[in-house]
């Protein structure tokens, strides 16, 4: 299976602020990268698909960038509602997908 | 737009099978060429995920937990299933069905929301 890291595990940071999340995989997976946003006691939503096209609907602060082992996604401004926790996930190896262990996002 | 819902026992006894439906709405399990997938949450953990059915019917199930699932397609009442067998309290976890966003290489869309098996006896 394709390993997926994310770093940092967790992260503290203020309204307005810009943070950058990062997601390495075991190995290339070219641009086949998606990003999640997860809120508690929710389901998981896709916010950025294969490394850096925008889900409908999710604000353009979001952005995602990368290819082969590593990602990112940076949140430009952060603003309450983003705080989170966030996962990538592979789907290179399409039909067997693998996500990130997370990242929590919380206020400062 | 598409609407999935999780439904099922929420408390399971260990050895016994773990069987849930997911419901969709606002489109047909049997058309569109959608991959219809599965994916738990342990309490307090990560995403894993469980394998999917193809609205063909194929199916796919992550190799660690391959000996134990079926997933199933019921065009009649538009839904598809999960059947996790000899559960153990590892298999406790929030279970959640999604279908592709954007066929096999474009992540997981619209999601479900999530229903709590707990494997208890």
């Known amino acids: 299976d394709i390993q997926m890291t994310q770093s940092p595990s967790s992260l503290s940071a203020s309204v307005g602020d810009r943070v950058t999340i990062t997601c390495r995989a075991s190995?290339?997976?070219?641009?086949?990268l998606n990003w999640y946003q997860q809120k508690p006691g929710k389901a998981p939503k896709l916010l950025i698909y294969?490394?850096?096209r925008l889900e409908s609907g999710v604000p353009s602060r979001f952005s995602g960038s990368g290819s082969g082992t590593d990602f990112t996604l940076t949140i430009n401004s952060l603003q309450p509602e983003d705080f989170a926790t966030y996962y990538c996930?592979?789907?290179?190896?399409?039909?067997?997908?693998?996500f990130g262990q997370g990242t929590k996002l919380e206020i400062k | 737009q598409v609407h999935l819902r999780e439904s099922g026992p929420g408390l399971v006894k260990p050895s016994q099978t773990l069987s849930l439906t997911c419901t969709v709405s606002?489109?047909?399990?049997?058309?569109?060429?959608?991959?219809w997938y599965w994916i738990r949450q342990q309490p307090g953990r990560g995403l894993e995920y469980i394998g999917y059915?193809?609205?063909?019917?194929?199916?796919y199930y992550n190799p660690s937990l391959q000996s134990r699932v079926t997933i199933s397609l019921d065009t009649s009442e538009n839904h598809f299933s999960l059947k996790l067998s000899s559960v153990t309290a590892a298999d406790t976890a929030v279970y959640y069905c999604?279908?592709?966003?954007?066929?096999?290489?474009?992540?997981?869309?619209?999601w479900g929301q999530g229903t709590l098996v707990t494997v208890s006896s």
């Open positions: 190995q290339s997976i070219s641009i086949y």
């Open positions: 606002g489109g047909s399990v049997s058309s569109g060429g959608y991959y």
């Open positions: 294969t490394t850096s």
């Open positions: 996930q592979q789907s290179y190896s399409t039909p067997m997908y693998t």
């Open positions: 059915i193809f609205s063909a019917g194929n199916t």
């Open positions: 999604a279908r592709d966003a954007y066929g096999d290489y474009g992540g997981f869309g619209p």
